[in-house]
């Protein structure tokens, strides 16, 4: 249940990015996906989760405004969009699937295994 993170690369500061995650190995539909981003130094942080349906959304009190997380279940893709790019967002971002979707500073996942996962670079 490895997922498969594209999209990050270097942007400047003000930029806009679009972060992708392709997910298999488990029924994607039926759970709640998250972001999570682990800048160097630093532990891994839940970013943005979404719930199964796409209804519900959830953003941290640093990207809540600027971020958009967003799932296509036919397609088994979940998606993040940041703009306003600021030096702090510069990390690896990993996707997972997580038990539930609510405060993300609580949010656990529900497998051990972590994708390679795709690294923004800011630049000022």
């Known amino acids: 249940a490895r997922p498969v993170e594209s999209g990050g690369g270097l942007v400047q500061a003000g930029g806009s990015l679009r972060l992708s995650c392709t997910a298999s190995g488990f029924p994607f539909a039926i759970y709640s996906m998250a972001w999570f981003r682990q800048a160097p130094g630093k532990e891994r942080e839940g970013v943005s989760c979404?719930?199964?349906?796409?209804?519900?959304?959830m953003y941290g009190d640093s990207v809540k405004g600027r971020a958009t997380i967003s799932r296509d279940n036919a397609k088994n893709t979940l998606d993040l969009q940041m703009s306003s790019l600021k030096s702090e967002d510069a990390a690896t971002y990993y996707c997972?699937?997580?038990?539930?979707?609510?405060?993300?500073?609580?949010?656990?996942?529900?497998?051990?295994?972590w994708g390679q996962g795709t690294q923004v670079t800011v630049s000022s």
């Open positions: 997972a699937a997580i038990q539930s979707c609510g405060n993300v500073k609580f949010i656990v996942p529900t497998f051990a295994d």
């Open positions: 979404i719930n199964p349906s796409g209804i519900t959304t």
